[in-house]
Nanobody
Framework: QEQLVESGGGLVQPGGSLRLSCAASGFSLNYYAIGWFRQAPGKEREGVSC????????YYADSVKGRFTISRDNAKNTVYLQMNSLKPEDTAVYYC????????????????WGQGTQVTVSS
């Protein structure tokens, strides 16, 4: 059964860091671009970052550019989102998703979604 599982969320103070992981089981991520999305209470889901299957191409939303870094380890079938200099407005449930296409794009329909991990930035 194909599955994505996020981990690494939690409570952190403003200015702190977290690293989210997205581990795949039941299929190989080698040929999939991966996106990270987030949804805050009362807000629409927004695309945060994505990475192509080869990792040669990445994209970041303006709101996280310079603070978040996406990476992947295909040997571990895992994608990461390093989040630094976190702000209260980063508080949301973060989801990873896989699309059966090598190209990074947040606006397209994704094939597999994880269940989400909560990130709370608060003092």
């Amino acid at each position: 059964q194909e599955q994505l599982v996020e981990s690494g969320g939690g409570l952190v103070q403003p200015g702190g860091s977290l690293r989210l992981s997205c581990a795949a089981s039941g299929f190989s991520l080698n040929y999939y671009a991966i996106g990270w999305f987030r949804q805050a209470p009362g807000k629409e889901r927004e695309g945060v970052s994505c990475i192509s299957s080869s990792a040669r191409s990445t994209y970041y939303a303006d709101s996280v550019k310079g603070r978040f870094t996406i990476s992947r380890d295909n040997a571990k079938n895992t994608v990461y989102l390093q989040m630094n200099s976190l702000k209260p407005e980063d508080t949301a449930v973060y989801y990873c998703a896989a699309i059966g296409d090598p190209t990074c794009a947040l606006s397209r329909g994704y094939d597999y979604w994880g269940q989400g991990t909560q990130v709370t930035v608060s003092s």
